[in-house]
């Protein structure tokens, strides 16, 4: 079965440090890998979408960017992160080939102070 | 613009009632239609979807009614449950076209025993 794995569970940064979160997909190989933010009782805004390793799209700026160093793994990072980075991260997967199931990570609470 | 809209709101009906969640869409080339279910404090989880070849999808207690001419549908949820108690995406998107899945803003449904 596939399994799908966010980390951290929660962080806590303050504004202008670097930040690096983490999801990892078992199970699919050559999945298609997504990473979403959404605000407190706010809609899923789509950030970065990826079909294979080392190829990234991005869907909007927000000072963050994306990388998918192995086919399983798919990591979202800034250098330098805003208040407005503050939110919930969540990591989904599909198989792509027109299939648009997609199934979400648990997230990843962020609080920038 | 908001390519996918949700109505109401917010909702709040009685167990045992049935809820109706409301969504329409702007593209008129969408043709795949999911319905994600939202806890707080976790990521989505698909509940239902249909195909715009099809007006009606039935799972259980959900049904999903879909009127392709007026690019509405509507997501009935029989015999409401406290336990239904989240916040519903209406999703859109088209077949093959990888990384487009757009989120309506939601519908937090409250059930009251």
């Known amino acids: 079965a596939q399994t799908i794995h966010q980390w951290p569970v929660a962080e806590i940064k303050a504004v202008g440090s670097p930040l690096s979160l983490g999801c990892t997909i078992k199970?699919?190989?050559?999945?298609?890998l997504y990473w979403y933010w959404q605000a407190t009782g706010g809609t899923l805004q789509q950030l970065f979408y990826?079909?294979?390793?080392?190829?990234v799209e991005s869907v909007v700026q927000l000072n963050l960017s994306a990388s998918r160093p192995k086919d399983d793994q798919f990591i979202l990072s800034t250098e330098k992160l805003l208040l407005s980075h503050s939110g919930f991260y969540l990591c989904?997967?599909?198989?792509?080939?027109?299939?648009?199931?997609?199934?979400f990570g648990s997230g990843t609470r962020l609080l920038v102070i | 613009q908001q390519q996918v809209r949700q109505s109401p709101q917010s909702l709040t009906v009685w167990e045992g009632e049935t809820a109706i969640l409301n969504c329409s869409y702007e593209?008129?080339?969408?043709?795949?239609f999911p319905w994600y279910q939202q806890f707080p404090g976790e990521g989505p989880a698909l509940l239902i979807a249909?195909?715009?070849?099809?007006d009606k999808k039935e799972d259980g207690r959900f049904t999903i009614f879909f009127n392709k001419r007026e690019k509405k549908l509507s997501l009935h949820i029989t015999d409401s449950q406290p336990g239904d108690s989240a916040t519903y995406f209406c999703?859109?998107?088209?077949?093959?076209?990888?990384?487009?899945?757009?989120f309506g803003l939601g519908t937090t449904l409250q059930v009251q025993p």
């Open positions: 989904a997967w599909s198989l792509g080939g027109g299939n648009s199931d997609y199934t």
């Open positions: 199970g699919k190989s050559s999945p298609n």
């Open positions: 999703a859109a998107s088209l077949t093959g076209n990888t990384g487009k899945l757009i």
């Open positions: 593209n008129s080339a969408f043709d795949y």
């Open positions: 990826s079909i294979t390793v080392g190829q």
């Open positions: 249909i195909r715009s070849v099809s």
